[in-house]
């Protein structure tokens, strides 16, 4: 150290200083203002992404909103639709039930009259088979000279065993 205070120069040493605030005021007038603009336009920069990723938080937030209503409106819509669909399917029943009640009363009416026409019908034949019987007995019965009972009750009887009805 006494060597260093030994050297010592003060012509030296005003000469580096001068020299010193030289680059100082030139580091300041034409580097320090450039390195803070682009330090500005840095941080400017970042302020605008961070404020850009902040309304696209917002946006995405208002989104995810929107898109919950839309998706509650959807099932509440699809509800309703199942809703009228269940209606609508239970109304189809009801009226294709309705309507094979009818057509089921419609044929049993119809069986039932086709029933009666053909018991009419029936009675309307055995009591034409019974008239012709009687016509064919009388008329047998006539042919034969009956003066006895005996004989008119044998006849009767054989007559009756060959009658079969149809």
């Given at each position: 150290?006494?060597?260093?205070?030994?050297?010592?120069?003060?012509?030296?040493?005003?000469?580096?200083?001068?020299?010193?605030?030289?680059?100082?005021?030139?580091?300041?007038?034409?580097?320090?203002?450039?390195?803070?603009?682009?330090?500005?336009?840095?941080?400017?920069g970042?302020?605008?992404?961070?404020?850009?990723?902040?309304?696209?938080?917002?946006?995405?937030?208002?989104?995810?909103?929107?898109?919950?209503?839309?998706?509650?409106?959807?099932?509440?819509?699809?509800?309703?639709?199942?809703?009228?669909?269940?209606?609508?399917?239970?109304?189809?029943?009801?009226?294709?039930?309705?309507?094979?009640?009818?057509?089921?009363?419609?044929i049993?009416?119809?069986?039932?009259?086709?029933?009666?026409?053909?018991?009419?019908?029936?009675?309307?034949?055995?009591?034409?088979?019974?008239?012709?019987?009687?016509?064919?007995?009388?008329e047998?019965?006539?042919?034969?000279?009956?003066?006895?009972?005996?004989?008119?009750?044998?006849?009767?009887?054989?007559?009756?065993?060959?009658?079969?009805?149809?």
């Amino acid at each position: 150290m006494d060597q260093l205070l030994n050297d010592f120069s003060p012509g030296l040493f005003i000469m580096q200083t001068v020299i010193l605030l030289v680059l100082i005021f030139l580091m300041v007038k034409f580097a320090w203002k450039p390195i803070l603009n682009s330090l500005n336009e840095r941080e400017e920069g970042i302020q605008g992404a961070l404020d850009a990723a902040e309304a696209a938080k917002r946006e995405m937030q208002n989104l995810k909103a929107d898109n919950d209503q839309l998706l509650q409106e959807a099932r509440t819509e699809r509800d309703s639709l199942l809703k009228d669909a269940r209606a609508m399917k239970d109304k189809m029943i009801a009226d294709a039930t309705d309507e094979a009640q009818a057509k089921a009363d419609l044929i049993l009416i119809k069986a039932q009259e086709a029933i009666q026409s053909e018991k009419q019908a029936a009675l309307a034949d055995i009591k034409n088979q019974v008239a012709k019987i009687s016509v064919e007995i009388a008329e047998k019965m006539v042919r034969h000279e009956l003066d006895n009972k005996d004989k008119q009750m044998k006849l009767v009887d054989d007559m009756l065993g060959d009658v079969t009805l149809n």
